[in-house]
């Protein structure tokens, strides 16, 4: 999608130029000498006929904040988790609002939206098919009963010899290797589950390092995949099936995609599987365990057809924006970004500190961030009528899935819809809805030197207790513009009990306190668009937001295969740790992470002091990162 600034303005917005410069002419002249106000002109009807639930004062008022915050954290928006209905009529909301303040759709085809997908894995269709043939025998093995599919299975169709390849597992440095001197080129490869004697505490992979690396299901997948075969077989292995009495399938398939088809076979159907090739499953797990040494066994004559059909699923969500062209003189081609993300983490499925108590309610977010968005919209209203004195245009964000890792800013920051070259500062509200006799926040204070004189003069306007933050590495979505070597700003009241729980509610809400911090951050934003150069960037990594909570330092990435590491902060525990950019998270805190959501709950649920494992793959090889949270 182009860019307005990629396409000619419309013949409104000129004509609009001319009336509003021609109008404000002839005001001035009169002896009252009257001002004039953008937002009148386009209304195009008197104030008298608007609605108090459709007008907007260009004057930020603690009463239209706490309407917006109301309607955000309503129990029928039912917590706007990105891409839930709630989501969806909160963003109509705000570019319903948009719209009325004469903003121009700056998103996808001339609308206020601009759209993009969350990988959410895959869905399993009952097409998929596992067969075994053997000359003109062909068994069929029921979808759900005798078979499934990994969560980490990719969509694909193979028709392949099959060969028995133990455990599956090469281990080199640990005398144990079932590919040594093994191709599997274009094969299904049939393994057991587990690893050798992996409950004796003086085998080799008695202790949970050692299955991690090399016993997993992931590491396997990861084995074949990058051996060449076609496809993973892994059977239940009877000792531990006969141990547990459960010879069961695992459940939750198609979470992510991996690169070939990963079928799961319950012991019963590995053993039928096997005899066709007169092999005994349970003979070769003896066999192996007893001797520490691989047995690896062409399953003769016989060929696996399974068809691996999968549906991708994603979340639909869209960020929404609205831009104000400046009509001052001496304008630029900059823009200056106002941002506040108005997601939630809705009935508490992830991201929630209730635990399983919190699980199913509401989560309304009326501080986080309906009391951002709130001041967003006041913003969006105060502007317009000082289009006059803008030298560069002001382009107001509100992200959508900023709870899943900043999401939405990071679509945004890979597709801006202004050239991110042009991108002069970012201004966010991030939780401002608790001043009460605290400080308010500032960071990313640092990453520009003209900012901080310009937050204390134009506080003397306001009068707010400040406390500045140097850094602008944080959890809140202007990270990732700072990532992008653009100036930022982000106000911040604070964490609190309710913070990430039902009790975040609209009733708790300072709207006096956050009345006169939108009243600041939005003349903050009239001089960063007004003024004659642009913020110049000064990198600032140190004394950014503090949560007051756990915090490892990682931007995360969701794609179909996983999660990923994207950003690292230098001085933050995990990257002290070791982790790097472009990791692949496996686990954490001894728990699988499959999405986005699976880290951002996990990572809420640690708490300072706490001692963390985190396996990751990098380049293919499995490793183990620990640290200490703070």
Known sequence: MRSPYERKRPFYVILLSVLVTGFVFLAVTREDSRSVSLPSLIAAQPDSTRSPDTASDPEVTRGEI??????????????????????????????????????????????????????????????????????????????????SLFSTSAPGSVDAEAIFLGYGIAAADLNYDDYEDVDVTGKVVVVLRGAPRQHDSKSPFGNADAMRRYGSLEAKLETATGAGAAALVVMNDPASVKKTRKDKLDGDPGKTSGKIPFVHLTAKSGSRLLSMGKMRLSSAQSIIDKTMKPLVRPIKDVKIRINADLEKKVLKVRNVAGLLLATGEEKTDEVLVVGAHFDHVGLGEFGSRGGSKALGKVHNGADDNASGTAGLLEIAAFLPPHAWELRRDVLFLSFAAEEMGLLGSKHYVKEPLVPLSRTAAMVNLDMVGRLKRQELFVGGVGTSPVFPKILTEQNRKVRVPLQFGEGGIAPTDSATFYRKRIPVLFFFTGLHKDY?????????????????????????????????SRPPFKEAETGGFDTGGPSLGLGIEQKDEGVFVATVARKSVAGKAGVRAGDKVVELKGSQVFTASDFMSIQSSLKAGEKVEMAVRRKGRLRTVRFLVK
């Open 66 to 147: 706490l309407k917006h915050i109301k309607f955000f954290s309503a129990d029928a928006m039912k917590g706007r988790e990105a891409g839930s209905e709630g989501a969806r009529k909160a963003a109509d909301y705000i570019a319903d609002h948009f719209e009325k303040l004469g903003l121009i759709p700056a998103g996808d085809k001339n609308t206020y939206f601009q759209n993009f997908e969350i990988p959410r894995g895959f869905k399993v269709l009952k097409t998929s098919s596992f067969k075994v043939v053997k000359g003109k025998r062909t068994s069929r093995f029921p979808l759900g009963k005798d078979f």
């Open 500 to 532: 990430h729980l039902p009790g975040d509610d609209w009733n708790k809400i300072d709207a006096g306190g956050e009345e006169k911090i939108v009243r600041l951050a939005a003349e903050v934003s009239l001089e960063l668009g007004r003024r004659k």
